[in-house]
């Protein structure tokens, strides 16, 4: 990813980045391995969190290009969307934000059904948030779907909370 800002700044082009966690750890590993280089896959979740968010603060704090830099903040971690967000508006003390890409190009997607809370709220305080909608042959949708789940076992674990605000909202 340094590399990739890096090549922008310097060759004047605008970078696109959609940050996922997990999404592609099987195929990674299998091109690592015919391609003779090491692993790339983080080796246990906390290492894979902390890395995701050092590239969040990376992208959005320490771009070298920040007017040529869009970036799509791709996860149900509730920390680390919490984390981008807290970048992207002023604090309560008035501190101006501290991202240097406008909050413009910077976007925040999940999966129809999977932390919506977060998306909510997150366009509730006038980011761009995005649902995506998995469609196709079900052989071809059904083990996508799958992986997410089976990846994205953390945010489906807060199920029960979910159901909790939202019954709470209901009755609000």
């Known amino acids: 990813m340094t590399l990739d800002l890096d090549r922008s700044w310097r060759e004047g082009w605008h970078l696109g980045a959609k940050l996922v966690r997990g999404a592609y750890m099987v195929h990674e590993r299998q091109r690592a391995v015919e391609r003779g280089y090491p692993d790339p896959i983080q080796p246990d979740v906390a290492s894979s969190h902390s890395n995701y968010d050092a590239c969040i603060d990376t992208l959005l704090v320490y771009c070298p290009c920040p007017e040529r830099t ?10 680390s969307v919490e984390k981008a967000a807290a ?54 949708v059904l083990p996508y779907l ?3 789940a089976q990846e994205n076992a953390d945010a489906l674990s807060g199920a029960k909370a979910q159901r909790d605000m939202m019954l709470a909202e209901l009755r609000r």
């Not at 919506?116 to 709220?121: A, E, S």
Request: glycine share 8%; hydrophobic share 45%; charged share 15%.
């Open 70 to 79: 869009s970036v799509m903040v791709a996860t149900h971690n509730q920390s």
């Open 87 to 140: 970048l992207l508006v002023a604090n309560s003390a008035g501190e101006p934000a501290a991202s240097r890409v406008p909050r413009e190009q910077v976007a925040f997607g999940q999966l129809l059904g999977m932390a919506d809370h977060l998306t909510f709220t997150l366009a509730a305080c006038g980011l761009k948030a995005y649902k995506y909608v998995p469609y196709g042959p079900l052989k071809e």
């Open 146 to 148: 799958i992986r997410r």
